[in-house]
């Protein structure tokens, strides 16, 4: 379908991930319209006071129910496509129906290895080197449709799910922006189908996925762990001398020992918490969070060692939550 | 294999297009590659997105080319991005280089080859340096000053401690071109040195402008690859005093590739300036990715063509992994008088780039930002 004309473009959007990509096509004023899901209220009225000033139709989807609406603000609006990023809610087939491959996808992984809701958490906790913003047309189920093109996006060694959602925020706004472009210029666009035997659909992580299991995790899968899980989980669950904490940040480290996965051996030579893992190795933590508040390793082992008058290396003792 | 060609055209460079395909179809006759099929198309000064882009959709679509090179800008290739990731095909930027990598990243299916504008540019500093020189005045065109050499220019004069004090843009009508903003710093001071940046017409002008206003300069010129362009100085008048500079390519390299593509080029009757140079280059990647690439596997070409290396009339260049752009060797020169009283240009020693390259591309931009949509001297 070549336009030869601006497109006219409605977004999705659950949150400020897709702040640039709004930016990016109010600029260029392909936007005529946003639609905002079960995002907190800031968000919508963010959004909404911003449609006002610049004139763009806005709608609000607090719940699956809502979306039933979709299709007749579409009727009425008229885009030329839809452009959904990070939209919570399925699209229902009235509304796909708006017209045959109006409706894009801005997928914040690989397809189709990682399918579903949390794909940073996924390749973070998988430890991949790179992931992606894949763009594809939508279709019934989540994440399924023809890929048009993606995006790749290395990962560092040190990313955490927040620094890769505010990298691939960043790609997704010019990534729309091309798609736009491809879409105004382009006499097709092209598409390939996945493949599904490589596809891999991931719930919404569960309370189990984000605690560590230190007789079976190794130090590696644990830091990767607690990357994935910063911010949007306060880091990762554990219970030190069952009491619970949280690990915020974390990094593998040469150690050895010769004891239980779980154990406190004290601090190392840069004053971080070192802990025992399967197979002989370490991990050297470096941010907790506990009762009291948000600490540093080294604050950490001082006030422990203030309140039960004992040194605390090895003595505390972090439980394994098994799955 | 098949191979498209995207080409522009050039108010100053007429023959841009025939020259880069003449070099291209130069080297694959050499090559006894003349069974690649080569499909052109043209898009005027690759300032217009709908005109590149359908360019570049019925090179695949039409002709099924595996491999497109373009003579387009960064923000261009930028656009075709989806295109060739959609298709898997390799897009081979023929770069200027006169605008510095942007903050996009690199993409798996785009290599930039480069003639490394801005990095003489940023290697001047270096240069001047060398002579002694401690503050500059800087003159350029609304048109040459849109790219950001200028930025990476001002970056290497302030790495080098060279003080950037006095600044002159003239228009870039015939009319509206002038110097003489620069005659209040032009005062025979030692240790001073004026800077510029222009090409093809725009430098022509700049010496006769000099070469009028200020017959008895004592300052120094120093000036960046393309305004070296070995073409263009031989038709530019020789403003007297010393002018210096860093050039991509002169006639007078003595690589055995260098005297190839001048004997070859020389036979046929085909101009040899920085284009055909380019267009070579382009025939000598042909002859390389004959070698590495699988149709449809666009990015796996990519991925092997970054980190290799290629020996070409201007010596051996390489593509940086970083960054997905070759750079290669650049070389100070001298422009002297000519029997013609015009110029020529003298090759006075060798630059290994590979360090400054490096700190080129960590270059914070500062918020600046080239609205050129054109290539380098396509206007």
């Not at chain 1, 809701?117 to 989540?142: C, Q, W």
């Not at chain 1, 239980?260 to 051996?265: F, S």
């Amino acid at each position: 379908m070549q336009l030869d004309k601006t497109p006219k473009i409605v977004i999705l959007c659950n949150g400020k991930f897709a702040i640039p990509a709004i930016q990016i096509l109010g600029i260029e004023k392909m936007l005529c319209g946003i639609g905002v899901g079960d995002a907190d209220a800031s968000f919508v009225s963010l959004i909404h006071n911003e449609c006002e000033r610049a004139q763009i139709q806005f709608n609000h989807f607090p719940s699956k129910d809502k979306v039933s609406e979709l299709r007749s603000w579409l009727d009425k609006l008229q885009p030329d496509y839809i452009f959904s990023i990070c939209f919570p809610f399925r699209v229902d087939r009235k509304a796909l129906a708006y017209r045959e491959n109006a409706f894009i996808n801005f997928h914040t992984g690989p397809l189709p290895e990682f399918r579903g809701p949390m794909p940073i958490f996924e390749v973070l906790r998988y430890g991949k080197e790179d992931t992606a913003i894949t763009v594809h047309y939508m279709s019934e189920n989540f994440d399924e449709g023809p890929v048009i093109f993606e995006e790749r996006i290395p990962i560092k060694n040190n990313d955490t799910f927040g620094s890769l959602a505010l990298k691939l925020s960043e790609v997704c706004g010019y990534t729309a922006k091309n798609m736009a472009q491809m879409i105004q210029f382009g006499s097709l666009i092209p598409s390939f189908p996945q493949q599904d035997k490589e596809a891999r659909y991931f719930e919404y992580p569960e309370k189990e996925d984000t605690q560590i299991r230190w007789n079976q995790m190794s130090a590696q899968e644990i830091e990767a762990l607690i990357r994935a899980c910063n911010p949007w989980n306060t880091g990762v669950e554990a219970i030190l001398d069952n009491r619970p904490v949280r690990l915020l940040s974390a990094s593998t480290t040469d150690l050895k020992h010769e004891v239980l996965p779980g154990q406190c051996l004290g601090l190392d030579e840069k004053r971080r918490l070192i802990v025992s893992c399967k197979e002989n190795a370490c991990i050297a933590i470096n941010v907790l969070q506990i009762d009291k508040g948000f600490c540093s390793a080294d604050e950490f082992f001082l006030s422990s060692r203030q309140i039960s008058g004992k040194n605390p290396a090895n003595t505390l003792l972090f439980s394994n939550l098994t799955k | 294999m098949k191979i498209g060609l995207l080409l522009p055209r050039s108010t100053f460079y007429t023959s841009i297009s025939f020259d880069i395909f003449n070099g291209v179809k130069a080297k694959l006759i050499a090559d006894r590659n003349e069974q690649i099929e080569i499909y052109t198309e043209n898009i005027g000064f690759g300032a217009e997105k709908q005109v590149v882009y359908r360019a570049a959709e019925q090179l695949i679509m039409q002709h099924d080319t595996d491999i497109i090179f373009a003579y387009i800008s960064h923000s261009s290739a930028q656009l075709l991005r989806p295109l060739f990731a959609s298709t898997n095909r390799v897009l081979i930027v023929l770069d200027p280089g006169a605008n510095l990598p942007q903050e996009w990243p690199k993409s798996e299916n785009i290599v930039y080859h480069s003639l490394n504008n801005a990095l003489g540019a940023f290697c001047l500093g270096d240069l001047m340096k060398k002579d002694g020189i401690r503050e500059a005045a800087f003159s350029t065109g609304y048109y040459d000053g849109g790219y950001l050499q200028t930025f990476a220019l001002a970056k290497g004069l302030e790495k080098a401690g060279i003080q950037l004090n006095h600044n002159v843009a003239t228009g870039y009508i015939r009319e509206e071109f002038s110097m003489k903003d620069l005659k209040p710093y032009l005062d025979s001071n030692t240790n001073k040195a004026l800077v510029a940046i222009f090409s093809g017409d725009f430098l022509q002008w700049f010496f006769q402008e000099m070469q009028v206003k200020f017959p008895d300069r004592k300052e120094p010129i120093y000036l960046p690859p393309f305004a070296l362009e070995e073409s263009m100085l031989l038709s530019a008048p020789y403003p007297g005093g010393t002018i210096k500079g860093i050039a991509a390519w002169s006639k007078n390299l003595t690589y055995d590739s260098n005297l190839e593509f001048i004997d070859t080029m020389k036979q046929k009757n085909y101009k040899l300036n920085l284009f055909s140079l380019l267009g070579w280059e382009t025939g000598i990647l042909i002859n390389l990715l004959k070698q590495i690439h699988i149709p449809g596997e666009g990015k796996k070409t990519v991925s092997t063509l970054t980190g290799s290396s290629i020996e070409t009339p201007r010596g051996k260049v390489e593509f940086d992994t970083e960054t997905n752009t070759s750079y290669g060797s650049l070389y100070t020169a001298n422009i002297v008088k000519n029997d013609q009283n015009n110029c020529e240009l003298l090759i006075s020693g060798t630059l290994d780039t590979r360090h400054s390259y490096s700190e080129m591309i960590k270059l914070e931009l500062e918020n600046s930002v080239s609205g050129w949509q054109n290539s380098y001297v396509c206007n």
